[in-house]
């Protein structure tokens, strides 16, 4: 239950700088991919070489490389996080869209399970149909796209928190067992 409300609460955020600094929030969430790039690999790399290892060589050569082009693209999105921004929102509304057939998804499952409102398809619905929109245009405005985008994930977020609320007080089901929110 706990990482589904920080899983809604980090959409929240994320829609919130969208909104409010549309300009400068696509730059910082590059940044912020950046280093969650280059972080985890530059201490896998340290690791790597610092402690005693058993493995083959060839793993070792492996593992490494796979760091190494992971710290070059980190680097690459924290210098550079321009040249991503077009791609990064097309990515967001990906991301957008499949988290609204998600939400769909989750909420028939549970029709069965517990009578559902017609209010909570709404959100999904406009989270598709958003989604749909910014990928179809998405190489417009930056700023423009990251407002929507920003709105819908926030209210995404909401919708996320609330389904999550309403359906783990619910009995524990099959549909549940199989379905994480």
């Not at 980090?10 to 940044?31: D, K």
């Not at 321009?82 to 909420?107: M, P, S």
């Not at 999550?164 to 994480?180: Q, Y």
Request: hydrophobic fraction near 60%.
């Amino acid at each position: 239950m706990l990482s589904k409300v920080v899983r809604s609460l980090a959409t929240m955020l994320i829609g919130v700088l969208l909104v409010f600094l549309p300009e400068n929030a696509v730059e910082l969430l590059i940044r912020v991919l950046g280093v969650a790039f280059l972080l985890p690999a530059l201490i896998s790399v340290v690791k790597l070489f610092t402690t005693r290892n058993d493995a083959k060589t060839f793993a070792k050569v492996a593992i490494s490389v796979i760091n190494i082009g992971c710290i070059a693209f980190g680097t690459w999105l924290l210098v550079s996080p321009k040249t991503f921004a077009e791609l990064f929102i097309l990515l967001l509304g990906v991301a957008l869209l499949f988290f609204g057939l998600f939400q769909l998804f989750v909420v028939f499952s549970k029709r069965s399970v517990k009578p559902m409102h017609w209010g909570f398809l709404i959100v999904p619905l406009l989270t598709v149909v958003t989604s749909v929109v910014v990928l179809a245009n998405p190489f417009e405005t930056v700023s423009v796209v990251s407002v929507v985008i920003g709105v819908c994930a926030f209210v995404t977020g909401c919708s996320d928190l609330v389904i999550s609320l309403v359906i783990g007080k619910s009995k524990s089901t099959d549909v549940e067992k199989t379905v994480d929110l």
